[in-house]
């Protein structure tokens, strides 16, 4: 079967720095997805990765082992704006988004 | 980013009686629209995939003459709730891809409330 795995919380201080680890099973793989989503509000998305190696955009970086079926999520200088839900989700043969359950980000000052 | 609207971003309805939630994308052509259910602290479950002008594709367990879906032109889909009940209640989410398009882009969401 298919499955997304990610922790299910996180807590982290503001100002510092956190990594949210995805693993993933799939049948075929094109493209992993983070997306943030704020408490009663729809995800937005944050990054894609298809190719092996480290994308960078501002404080948010993420990471991605093909071979390992692994990502992570990196985000640096943390906001107490930050506190949300991280999902991870992996496109798999069929281009069928495969969601994991998301990982509940709480940032203390 | 493309802008998707979907609307209304919350609805209370009664037992028994139909609620439709539309999903229009603003600046792209849709050609490909996903609706979502998310249960509080749960992650998104993928209902159906339609695409513009044919019928939509739903996922298992979902039942198509409850949840009715049109695709008929390519920046609007709708979701019709048909005689909903309060295991309906949820979060209902829309995202749009245009062809060619890497990224899904997301509505803002529909809260429904089925008392």
């Known amino acids: 079967g298919q499955n997304i795995d990610q922790p299910t919380e996180m807590t982290a201080t503001e100002g510092a720095i956190v990594q949210i680890n995805c693993t993933y099973q799939?049948?075929?793989?094109?493209?992993l997805f983070w997306y943030q989503q704020h408490a009663g509000e729809a995800p937005t998305f944050l990054s894609y990765?298809?190719l092996d190696g480290l994308e960078e955009k501002g404080r948010f970086s993420s990471f991605l082992s093909r071979s390992k079926g692994y990502s992570y999520l990196l985000l640096k200088e943390l906001q107490m704006k930050d506190s949300a839900s991280y999902l991870c989700?992996?496109?798999?043969?069929?281009?069928?988004?495969?969601w994991g359950a998301g990982t509940k980000l709480i940032i203390k000052p | 980013g493309a802008v998707v609207s979907q609307h209304p971003s919350w609805v209370i309805c009664k037992s028994g009686t139909s609620v439709k939630i539309e999903c229009r994308s603003l600046?792209?052509?849709?050609?490909?629209m996903f609706w979502y259910r998310q249960f509080p602290k749960q992650s998104l479950m993928l209902m159906a995939t339609?695409?513009?002008?044919?019928?939509?594709?739903?996922e298992q367990g979902v039942e198509k003459d409850k949840f009715l879906i049109n695709h008929a032109s390519l920046t609007l889909s709708t979701l019709t709730v048909t005689s909903a009940h309060p295991e309906d209640s949820s979060f209902y989410i829309c995202?749009?891809?245009?062809?060619?398009?890497?990224?899904?882009?997301f509505g803002q969401g529909t809260r429904l409330t089925v008392v």
């Open positions: 995202s749009a891809k245009g062809t060619g398009e890497t990224e899904a882009f």
């Open positions: 600046d792209f052509q849709a050609t490909t």
């Open positions: 339609s695409n513009e002008g044919s019928k939509a594709t739903y």
């Open positions: 799939t049948s075929g793989f094109n493209g």
């Open positions: 990765n298809v």
């Open positions: 989700a992996v496109r798999d043969s069929n281009y069928q988004l495969i």
